[in-house]
């Protein structure tokens, strides 16, 4: 069983940097991370994605180059740091937990939700 728990989200400014946090808790070693999000009206999309030793990481084209996934394996907990954020950044942010080392970008293949957390940029 793993338990996650977000935190970070707020309300900025288009442009502004933003930093989200999961801490998880269970059995996570060795195991999958991901960040995905869903804005009203629309199904939740893969944000990105790491291994648990950060050997292996990927990114949606819509934030590649301005989202940083990172492991801080000390204290359990997945970051997201969100730079030049838009507008179409804003969704429910939440971090997702996938048994085994094999990375993906589609939510079914995930067994673990955080609650999610709200981030909302104004342009």
């Known amino acids: 069983q793993v338990h996650l728990v977000e935190s970070g989200g707020g309300m900025v400014q288009a442009g502004d940097s933003l930093t989200l946090a999961c801490t998880a808790s269970g059995n996570t070693f060795a195991t999958v991370m991901a960040w995905f999000r869903q804005a009203p009206g629309k199904e939740r999309e893969f944000v990105a994605t790491t291994t648990w030793f950060g050997s292996n990481t990927n990114y949606a084209d819509p934030v590649r180059g301005r989202f940083t996934i990172s492991m801080d394996r000390t204290g359990n907990t997945l970051y997201l740091q969100m730079n030049r954020l838009k507008s179409e950044d804003t969704a429910v942010y939440y971090c997702?937990?996938?048994?085994?080392?094999?990375?993906?970008?589609?939510?079914?293949?995930?067994?673990?939700w955080g609650q999610g957390t709200q981030v909302t940029v104004a342009s």
């Open positions: 997702a937990n996938r048994k085994g080392s094999l990375t993906s970008s589609s939510p079914g293949d995930y067994d673990y």
